[in-house]
C-alpha cells in the first residue's frame, strides 16, 4: 500500500476511534464521504484508490469532485460542505505525517467551504401532521410500525439518526414516560412523551416483542432501519396522505422537516426558546432562533401591538414641470 491508504486506515483507527471516541454516525459520515472521494479520484486518474498518493489528490481534483457532488449527483451546498469538513479532518491529520507533501496538503485545506443563501424551514400544520399520521396501512405491519415512527419523531423531534439509533429500552413509561437517546456531539438527552405517543408505543413494542437492546423500529428482519428507508417511508406515507391534505407536497418531504415541526407545535403553544434548545439537543440558542424567523404568528402578534404610525397616505407629486416630465419616465 501507498503513503494514503496506510494513513487513511490510522485517521480511522487512531484519530477518530480511539483518539477522538467519534461516535459511529460521524465514522460512517466520514467513510461514505471519503469513499466517494476515492471513487471519484479513480475514474479521473485511473488509479485504484489502494495505489493513490497524495500528490494525486491535490486541490484541483478536490475541488473537480466538489462540483461533481453538486452537479452530478445534485447535492446540496450543504452536503458539500459537509463531505469538504471530512477531508479537511483527513489532510490536517496527514500534514503531521507527511511533511514532504505540505504544500499540497496546505492548498487543500485552503479550499474554501460554499456559502449559501439560508432559507426559511419547513414544517407542516397540525392538520398535515394528523393526515400524514393516518397514512400508514394499521392491517399490516409495515404500517404500524411507521405509525409509531412518525408519532415518535412528531412528537419528540428526533433527528433520523436518533430515531433509528433507538432500542427497545429507550422508552419508559409510567410518572415521567420518555425516550432516551445519545444525539449529536455524544450527548445523552431525555425527551418526555405524551399520552398518546406513550400509549400509541406501548402497543408498538407489544407487538415488537424482542430482547430489550434491540431496534425499537426494526425491519421485517430485525436490523435497523437505515436513514434512506426511513425518508423513503415518509415520503410514502406523505403521498398517500396528500390525497386528503393538498398542501402536503410528497416531494419535499423528508425527515427533518418532522423535527421542525415538533419544534413549530412547541414554540406556538409558547414553549420558551431555551426549553425547546434542550428538547432537540441543540447546543446553541443560535441554532433554535431560526424557528423564530419561520413563525409569522409571532410576528403578527408583534406587529399587532405596534402602534401605526400617525402619517396621511399618498405620494410625492414634482411642482416643477421639468420634475413632472422626469417622474413620469
Same mark, same amino acid.
Given at each position: 500500500? !501507498?503513503a494514503?491508504?496506510?494513513?487513511?486506515?490510522?485517521?480511522?483507527?487512531?484519530?477518530?476511534?480511539?483518539q477522538?471516541?467519534?461516535?459511529?454516525?460521524?465514522?460512517?459520515?466520514y467513510?461514505?464521504?471519503?469513499?466517494?472521494?476515492?471513487?471519484?479520484?479513480?475514474?479521473h486518474?485511473?488509479?485504484?484508490?489502494?495505489?493513490?498518493?497524495?500528490?494525486?489528490?491535490?486541490?484541483?481534483?478536490?475541488?473537480?469532485?466538489?462540483?461533481?457532488?453538486?452537479?452530478q449527483?445534485?447535492?446540496s451546498?450543504?452536503?458539500?460542505?459537509?463531505?469538504?469538513?471530512?477531508?479537511?479532518?483527513?489532510?490536517?491529520?496527514a500534514?503531521?505525517?507527511?511533511?514532504?507533501?505540505a504544500?499540497?496538503?496546505?492548498?487543500?485545506?485552503?479550499?474554501?467551504?460554499?456559502?449559501?443563501?439560508k432559507?426559511?424551514?419547513a414544517?407542516?400544520?397540525?392538520?398535515?401532521?394528523?393526515?400524514?399520521?393516518?397514512?400508514?396501512?394499521?392491517?399490516?405491519w409495515?404500517?404500524?410500525?411507521?405509525?409509531?415512527?412518525?408519532?415518535?419523531?412528531?412528537?419528540?423531534?428526533?433527528r433520523v439518526?436518533?430515531? !433509528?439509533?433507538?432500542?427497545?429500552?429507550?422508552?419508559?413509561?409510567?410518572?415521567?414516560?420518555?425516550?432516551?437517546?445519545?444525539?449529536?456531539?455524544?450527548?445523552?438527552r431525555?425527551?418526555?412523551?405524551?399520552?398518546?405517543?406513550k400509549?400509541?408505543?406501548?402497543?408498538?413494542?407489544?407487538?415488537?416483542?424482542?430482547r *430489550?437492546?434491540?431496534?425499537?423500529?426494526p425491519?421485517?428482519?430485525?436490523?435497523?432501519?437505515?436513514?434512506?428507508?426511513?425518508?423513503?417511508?415518509?415520503?410514502?406515507?406523505?403521498?398517500t396522505?396528500?390525497?386528503?391534505?393538498?398542501?402536503?407536497?410528497?416531494?419535499?418531504?423528508?425527515?427533518?422537516?418532522?423535527?421542525?415541526?415538533c419544534?413549530m407545535?412547541?414554540?406556538?403553544?409558547?414553549?420558551?426558546?431555551?426549553?425547546?434548545?434542550?428538547?432537540?439537543?441543540?447546543?446553541d440558542?443560535?441554532?433554535?432562533?431560526?424557528?423564530?424567523?419561520?413563525?409569522m404568528?409571532?410576528?403578527?402578534?408583534?406587529?399587532?401591538a405596534?402602534? *401605526?404610525?400617525?402619517?396621511?397616505?399618498?405620494?410625492?407629486?414634482?411642482?416643477?414641470?421639468?420634475?413632472?416630465?422626469?417622474?413620469?419616465?
Amino acid at each position: 500500500m !501507498t503513503a494514503i491508504a496506510a494513513t487513511l486506515q490510522s485517521f480511522f483507527t487512531e484519530r477518530l476511534t480511539t483518539q477522538r471516541q467519534s461516535s459511529p454516525r460521524t465514522v460512517a459520515s466520514y467513510r461514505d464521504s471519503l469513499k466517494l472521494l476515492l471513487a471519484f479520484a479513480q475514474q479521473h486518474t485511473g488509479k485504484s484508490p489502494t495505489a493513490l498518493d497524495w500528490a494525486d489528490l491535490d486541490a484541483d481534483l478536490i475541488t473537480a469532485f466538489l462540483d461533481h457532488l453538486e452537479l452530478q449527483r445534485h447535492n446540496s451546498p450543504r452536503t458539500r460542505n459537509l463531505r469538504l469538513t471530512a477531508i479537511r479532518s483527513l489532510f490536517s491529520f496527514a500534514a503531521l505525517r507527511h511533511p514532504e507533501h505540505a504544500e499540497s496538503i496546505q492548498r487543500v485545506l485552503a479550499v474554501p467551504a460554499k456559502r449559501f443563501d439560508k432559507q426559511l424551514i419547513a414544517f407542516l400544520a397540525a392538520p398535515e401532521i394528523d393526515a400524514l399520521l393516518d397514512a400508514p396501512d394499521m392491517s399490516r405491519w409495515e404500517g404500524r410500525r411507521d405509525r409509531a415512527l412518525l408519532l415518535t419523531a412528531v412528537q419528540t423531534g428526533l433527528r433520523v439518526s436518533e430515531l !433509528t439509533g433507538l432500542a427497545c429500552n429507550d422508552v419508559t413509561f409510567g410518572d415521567g414516560a420518555a425516550v432516551r437517546c445519545l444525539g449529536k456531539g455524544r450527548k445523552h438527552r431525555a425527551v418526555p412523551l405524551t399520552t398518546i405517543t406513550k400509549a400509541v408505543l406501548r402497543e408498538w413494542l407489544a407487538e415488537r416483542g424482542g430482547r *430489550p437492546d434491540q431496534p425499537l423500529f426494526p425491519t421485517r428482519s430485525g436490523r435497523e432501519l437505515s436513514t434512506d428507508a426511513v425518508e423513503r417511508l415518509v415520503r410514502l406515507h406523505a403521498a398517500t396522505a396528500a390525497r386528503t391534505c393538498p398542501t402536503i407536497r410528497p416531494e419535499e418531504l423528508h425527515p427533518h422537516i418532522l423535527r421542525h415541526s415538533c419544534a413549530m407545535s412547541l414554540l406556538q403553544a409558547g414553549v420558551d426558546t431555551a426549553v425547546i434548545a434542550l428538547w432537540l439537543g441543540h447546543a446553541d440558542l443560535r441554532s433554535t432562533a431560526i424557528y423564530l424567523h419561520a413563525d409569522m404568528t409571532i410576528k403578527q402578534r408583534a406587529l399587532d401591538a405596534t402602534a *401605526p404610525p400617525s402619517i396621511t397616505p399618498g405620494r410625492y407629486q414634482p411642482d416643477d414641470k421639468l420634475l413632472a416630465f422626469l417622474e413620469s419616465l
